[in-house]
């Protein structure tokens, strides 16, 4: 069980502010606190900056990072079987992709490196395509895979819940250009059992979650 926060931009932004924000989300927000270790990537053309840290966002050594065109940034709350390490904490990169997870699901993944199911669901969308795992996503037993994935130039956003949608929610606002994806905050509630679109131009499409439709 995790928080995150996620921003696209057409001009480069101060990331300070949505890490603030996460920050607040993880030590005050719902099922609080989320102290296990946070993370951070940046993109800027085609620059990456990847930071982690195992203590609590709120406790973090570094507070100064490079402005960006893209954040992901990630707050945990471990669960069981998966210690506080670097390998365990979001975003996970393979392969081009970034990937950060708020959920529980039972999966696996031989590519894995960390103990996280949150890396092998990410692992099985880097191998199989993400179309392929969703069209597939019933057979597995899950909470959430609500998540938030960078490929090929396009953001997804991924929202669905089988119990507890208060929690496992998922917003989208627009300001100044920017288009910001968070799991608490103001912004449209994006609805669950759906997969939001963004492109390098900003524009966004939600789908209904009916795999067999991008068979």
Not at 180 to 198: D, F, M, Q
């Amino acid at each position: 069980m995790c928080r995150f926060i996620a921003v696209v931009a057409k001009e480069r932004f101060e990331p300070a502010p949505y890490i603030d924000e996460l920050e607040k989300m993880a030590k005050t927000g719902l099922h609080a606190e989320h102290g296990d270790g946070w993370g951070l990537w940046l993109k800027s053309g085609e620059d990456e900056y990847i930071h982690k840290e195992t203590v609590p966002i709120w406790s973090r050594k570094t507070k100064n990072f490079p402005c960006a065109n893209i954040l992901f940034a990630h707050a945990r709350k471990r669960g069981k079987g998966a210690k506080i390490a670097l390998e365990n904490t979001h975003p996970f990169l393979s392969k081009g992709a970034v990937f950060m997870h708020n959920g529980l699901i039972n999966i696996s993944h031989e590519e894995s490196c960390g103990e996280t199911d949150s890396e092998s669901l990410f692992m099985n969308i880097v191998h199989r395509g993400l179309w392929n795992v969703l069209c597939d996503i019933e057979k597995y037993e899950f909470v959430s895979i609500n998540s938030v994935l960078y490929m090929d130039g396009k953001i997804y956003v991924i929202r669905y819940a089988r119990r507890e949608e208060d929690y496992y929610s998922i917003y989208i606002r627009r300001e100044k250009e920017r288009v910001i994806i968070s799991t608490e905050g103001g912004g449209e509630l994006i609805k669950n059992k759906s997969v939001v679109v963004i492109d390098e131009e900003l524009h966004v499409e939600e789908f209904p979650f009916c795999p067999d439709m991008f068979r």
